[in-house]
């Protein structure tokens, strides 16, 4: 959480929710509108993501469903950015469902403004936030199944240290709470070895053991997507 008083009061938008899931779904979801898909409607629950997806017409649509790191069987595609290419997802609305990801999205949905985050569009939502000054942000890390993430966090610090930087306001004046604080931290302490870092994350070392190595490369790259995914209407989001 952080707020952003006072860089331009006048202009001030109410609060922004952020979330953040590095391994894979929000890397997943930046990569999927940036190759060209329609939308992304996110869903907690498998059998929702079927009935609403049933009323697409079939060429329109593709399901992604990721349940412990893996496919769903009988889905078209996982949870894997390196899936998300414009033959495959160009002109198309993904239906997706992950173990984390989207739980956290649908946990902050009625939040006046929703943006997904990871490392790869870190810069556009910095610039975002930099323009739209919301009065108040919150960062959602999606964990896992709960428990904190150490790749969600060092995300967060990459935003709030950026932002930090391109306004030239320190983390105090931002009125940063201590997890921001301790995520910029530890984010300063990685910001060069972001590979590494995925490859120590308990999440990271799940998909290793699934064979996912080229996964934690592509999601490790900070600032290569220009995209801003966010939310238009509940659980549906729109390249911004
Ligand atoms: C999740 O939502 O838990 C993930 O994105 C898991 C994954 O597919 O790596």
Same mark, same amino acid.
């Given at each position: 959480?952080?707020?952003?008083?006072?860089?331009?009061?006048?202009?001030?938008?109410?609060?922004?929710?952020?979330?953040?899931?590095?391994?894979?779904?929000t890397t997943?979801?930046?990569?999927?509108?940036?190759?060209?898909?329609?939308?992304?409607?996110?869903?907690?629950?498998?059998?929702?993501?079927?009935?609403?997806?049933?009323?697409?017409?079939?060429?329109?649509?593709?399901?992604?469903?990721? @349940?412990?790191?893996?496919?769903?069987?009988?889905y078209d &595609?996982?949870?894997?950015?390196?899936?998300?290419?414009?033959?495959?997802?160009?002109?198309?609305? &993904?239906?997706?469902?992950?173990?984390?990801?989207?739980?956290?999205?649908?946990?902050?949905?009625?939040?006046?403004?929703?943006?997904?985050?990871?490392?790869?569009? *870190?810069?556009?939502?910095?610039?975002?936030?930099?323009?739209?000054?919301?009065?108040?942000?919150?960062?959602?890390?999606?964990?896992?199944?709960?428990?904190?993430?150490?790749?969600?966090?060092?995300?967060?610090?990459?935003?709030? +240290?950026? &932002?930090?930087?391109?306004?030239? @306001?320190?983390?105090?004046?931002?009125?940063?709470?201590?997890?921001?604080?301790?995520?910029?931290?530890?984010?300063?302490?990685? +910001?060069?070895?972001?590979?590494?870092?995925? +490859? +120590?994350?308990?999440?990271?070392? *799940?998909?290793? @053991?699934?064979?996912?190595?080229?996964?934690?490369?592509?999601?490790?790259?900070?600032?290569? &997507?220009?995209?801003?995914?966010?939310? *238009?209407?509940?659980?549906?989001?729109?390249?911004?």
């Amino acid at each position: 959480l952080f707020h952003t008083p006072e860089l331009t009061p006048t202009t001030s938008q109410p609060a922004c929710a952020i979330v953040i899931d590095v391994l894979r779904a929000t890397t997943t979801i930046a990569s999927a509108l940036q190759a060209g898909a329609e939308a992304v409607q996110a869903f907690s629950d498998l059998e929702k993501l079927m009935a609403i997806s049933e009323q697409w017409p079939g060429e329109k649509r593709l399901r992604a469903g990721e @349940r412990g790191g893996q496919k769903v069987e009988g889905y078209d &595609l996982g949870n894997s950015p390196l899936d998300c290419t414009p033959e495959c997802v160009g002109g198309k609305r &993904l239906f997706v469902s992950t173990t984390n990801g989207t739980r956290a999205l649908q946990r902050v949905e009625m939040a006046p403004t929703v943006l997904t985050a990871a490392l790869v569009n *870190r810069q556009r939502v910095v610039n975002y936030l930099q323009s739209v000054q919301p009065e108040t942000v919150w960062m959602v890390g999606s964990g896992w199944e709960g428990s904190f993430s150490l790749e969600d966090t060092v995300c967060a610090g990459a935003i709030a +240290h950026q &932002l930090s930087q391109v306004t030239q @306001r320190p983390l105090m004046e931002l009125a940063a709470n201590d997890e921001v604080v301790a995520a910029v931290a530890l984010f300063q302490q990685w +910001h060069d070895r972001l590979v590494d870092l995925l +490859h +120590h994350a308990s999440h990271g070392q *799940r998909l290793l @053991r699934l064979g996912n190595t080229a996964d934690l490369e592509f999601c490790a790259q900070l600032d290569v &997507l220009t995209v801003l995914p966010m939310q *238009r209407e509940r659980g549906v989001l729109v390249k911004s």
